[in-house]
């Protein structure tokens, strides 16, 4: 089974307290963690990642093979007052991967696809171009966060609307997403 994830991997910073976790983060990395344990299953990582990222990366089957970015995308999660402040640092650098000859050949031997952004910047036009690389059969799942944050000029994360959704949700067979991801998820 070729299992084929196309989204955002990332550092996580995450503090509690006196604890501190500096790591490999984001949906692709922990979608791989699951995929690893099965067997006659190879799974390909389409991801922007910086230079600093590579240390964190090296035992994923990622794309590029050489970072397209100076910087990884970084998410720093934090508690204040029992609750989570996050925030997102290079966001400029972490843009879709572009289709290249050898990105369109992984992705068009997909049997199972998953779009897992961490910021709201697969357009409806890049995400069409990926539709025409995959096989009819292709199990398509969408794990959208991404699309529900905003940032603010202090690199905070809020929420957003997902408004790309009358377009992108069509083309999933399957949507995952948590209550975490908007306040008003199930509406």
Request: glycine share 6%; net charge positive; hydrophobic share 35%.
């Amino acid at each position: 089974m070729k299992v084929v994830v196309l989204g955002h991997i990332c550092i996580d910073k995450n503090t509690n307290g006196n604890l501190t976790y500096v790591g490999p983060g984001g949906p692709p990395f922990f979608i791989s963690r699951v995929f690893k344990t099965l067997k006659n299953c190879s799974l390909t990582i389409i991801s922007p990642y910086g230079h600093d990222g590579q240390k964190y990366f090296r035992k994923l089957n990622l794309y590029p093979k050489k970072p397209p970015a100076r910087k990884t995308l970084i998410y720093e999660n934090f508690f204040l007052n029992g609750k989570r402040v996050q925030k997102a640092y290079n966001r400029q650098q972490a843009q879709p991967i572009n289709l290249t000859p050898q990105i369109k050949k992984i992705i068009s031997q997909a049997e199972i696809f998953f779009l897992t952004p961490l910021l709201p910047n697969y357009s409806i036009s890049y995400l069409q171009g990926v539709k025409e690389l995959l096989k009819k059969n292709c199990l398509k799942i969408l794990l959208p966060q991404g699309y529900f944050r905003a940032f603010s000029k202090e690199n905070q994360v809020y929420q957003r609307n997902f408004i790309e959704a009358e377009a992108i949700l069509p083309f999933f067979d399957f949507i995952i997403c948590s209550n975490e991801d908007h306040q008003k998820i199930f509406s």
